[in-house]
């Protein structure tokens, strides 16, 4: 809680193209928490260099990341947009609970493990830490709910044990967070493999539809999408690209999937694809506009950070203190 409200908190990471999984798992429930909640949204620039980065591809990502906060209908007067590393609190309280945080936790973190995997050339103890960094993020706030996809969960609940053991500890100090993880959007698969999550890293651009890609883009994406050698629309086991694809039209429209179903009953797939892809590319569309007009005014998005740095450093500072104190450090 923060002045009577209670907190949402979330995060992206500026480590590549947004993709629809970042939208529909994400993004766009971020504004339902606009008015009832006090609300911090960043740009977790730091989280992203734990993967090696093209520094300008970073910064030009940095911003294209907060224009998209904008596109997507946050307003930076009633919610506050920044960028991490423009809090330092971030990272000195990351390594306060690093001295909370057990090596066994963050060992079992399938996060870690993926990535490690993944980039076994530079298995950096920052992609180890990541998560008590992710936890720092949201416990600086006071933070009640984090709204994400479901590949989060593992690390927001990381965060509450830290956050009990550290209040356990010292007495109560930070608010415990509850992850909020979508119904429908929690994990959109790849289109091209759909048994493996969207992700903006996969190579394959053909696996993964961006938030900014053009209307023909989106269609021809899903006209190509994985399916099985069935028939028929229908939500199943076994079904997974079906599935998916009634997923992401069910997050777009709303529709459940009985409703789905039954309006494509009797049509084929080659159909029912167009109307996904027909369907997502209008949806985004006036988030790609917005996004496009915005870029071009970067004064506008640097106010926006730095208003949005100082008032979330205000709170940060807050919190951190408290910890300071706590802990037995000199406050001067
Ligand atoms: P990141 O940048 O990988 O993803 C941002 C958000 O998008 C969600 N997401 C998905 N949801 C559904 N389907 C998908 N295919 C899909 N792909 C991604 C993620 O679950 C996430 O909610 N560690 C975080 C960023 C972070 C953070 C935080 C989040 C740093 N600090 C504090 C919340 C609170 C991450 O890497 O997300």
Redesign the pocket.
């Known amino acids: 809680m923060l002045n009577d409200k209670k907190v949402s908190?979330?995060?992206?990471?500026p480590?590549g193209n947004l993709?629809i999984?970042?939208y529909?798992?994400?993004l766009k429930n971020f504004s339902e928490y606009s008015e009832k909640y006090k609300t911090f949204y960043?740009v977790?620039d730091e989280?992203a260099i734990t993967v090696r980065q093209v520094p300008a591809e970073l910064r030009k990502r940095t911003y294209e990341t907060l224009a998209l906060y904008l596109a997507c209908g946050l307003d930076p007067e009633q919610n506050c947009l920044y960028v991490q590393s423009h809090v330092p609190a971030h990272a000195e309280l990351a390594w306060i609970l690093n001295c909370y945080t057990m090596f066994g936790e963050l060992s079992r973190m399938t996060q870690f493990k993926d990535k490690s995997a993944k980039h076994a050339n530079n298995v950096n103890a920052g992609l180890f830490t990541y998560p008590v960094l992710?936890a720092a993020?949201?416990l600086l706030y006071q933070t009640d709910v984090?709204p994400?996809?479901?590949?989060?969960k593992q690390?927001?609940e990381l965060a509450r044990d830290i956050a009990v053991r550290f209040n356990g500890v010292y007495s109560d100090t930070f608010t415990v967070p509850e992850p909020i993880i979508s119904k429908t959007?929690?994990?959109?698969?790849s289109l091209a493999e759909p048994t493996k999550?969207?992700?903006k890293s996969d190579e394959n651009a053909n696996a993964v539809v961006y938030i900014l890609d053009d209307k023909d883009t989106v269609i021809r994406k899903f006209k190509r999408a994985v399916t099985d050698s069935d028939t028929e629309i229908k939500y199943a086991e076994g079904k997974d690209g079906i599935n998916n694809l009634m997923t992401i039209y069910s997050c777009f429209t709303g529709k459940e999937f009985d409703e789905i179903e039954r309006e494509f009953a009797g049509k084929g797939y080659g159909e029912f694809k167009l109307a996904v892809g027909e369907t997502c590319a209008d949806c985004l569309a006036p988030v790609r506009e917005e996004f496009n007009r915005l870029l071009k005014d970067k004064a506008y998005l640097e106010t926006v950070m730095k208003n949005g740095a100082a008032e979330a450093a205000y709170y940060a500072n807050k919190t951190l203190s408290k910890v300071r104190r706590k802990v037995g450090f000199v406050n001067l």
């Open positions: 908190y979330s995060g992206i990471q480590s993709t999984g970042n529909l798992g994400a960043c977790v989280h992710m993020d949201i984090v994400v996809g479901i590949d989060q690390h927001v959007g929690k994990k959109i698969m999550k969207m992700s």
